[in-house]
């Protein structure tokens, strides 16, 4: 099977095995205004400040939490809060088990391709730009489908940070971030 053939099928594997079902679309700035019972485009630079240290509790919770085995390969690690340049930055620490990461992906590989695929194969594919580009946008799908994060990333002054952290020697660590400003351009 040429390795073009087979990087597709990884491709397409890593955003279906790492994201679940894909992401709906966000949530209305109408819809989170009623949500809430607020108008959130309103909200003087003040209030958005004020209004992002009220989210204090939604880090304090993920940090309670953690750490927090949330699949085969990935642990939360916690989370912050912060404002800064005018935007309200919810941050999440993952830790992500690198060998049990490319097991998942060889085996869900593997079985779409209908033949054994090296486990050096699929590990070669992250070394290239679209192994990494699908890897990300996987994470971004995974952020995207929770509902709180969505409702975060729809007020238009906010935006979720997923920090990853790969044990192993063939990622390096890198960070999504999710905004409905960066998702409308």
């Known amino acids: 099977m040429r390795k073009s053939v087979i990087a597709t099928v990884f491709l397409f594997t890593a955003i279906t095995v790492l994201s679940g079902p894909v992401a709906a679309a966000l949530p209305t700035v109408a819809e989170i205004n009623a949500k809430y019972d607020m108008d959130i485009e309103s909200l003087t630079p003040a209030e958005q400040v004020a209004f992002c240290d009220n989210l204090q509790v939604i880090a304090d919770e993920l940090d309670a939490a953690a750490p927090m085995q949330l699949d085969e390969a990935t642990v939360l690690q916690g989370g912050d809060i912060r404002f800064t340049g005018g935007t309200c930055v919810l941050g999440i620490n993952y830790d992500v088990d690198e060998a049990k990461l490319f ?6 590989v593997s079985s779409r391709a209908g033949q054994d695929v090296p486990l050096e194969f699929v590990q070669a594919l992250y070394t290239e730009v679209q192994g ?3 890897l990300r946008q996987a994470l971004q799908h995974n952020i995207l489908s929770d509902p709180t994060f969505a409702d975060f990333i729809a007020i ?10 790969f ?3 063939h990622l390096e660590d890198f960070t999504v971030v999710l905004s ?3 998702l409308e351009e």
């Open 132 to 134: 990494v580009g699908a």
């Open 156 to 165: 238009p002054f906010m935006a979720v940070e997923g920090r990853y952290r």
């Open 180 to 182: 409905r400003e960066l």
């Open 167 to 169: 044990n192993g020697e």
């Open 103 to 108: 097991e998942l992906l060889q085996q869900s």
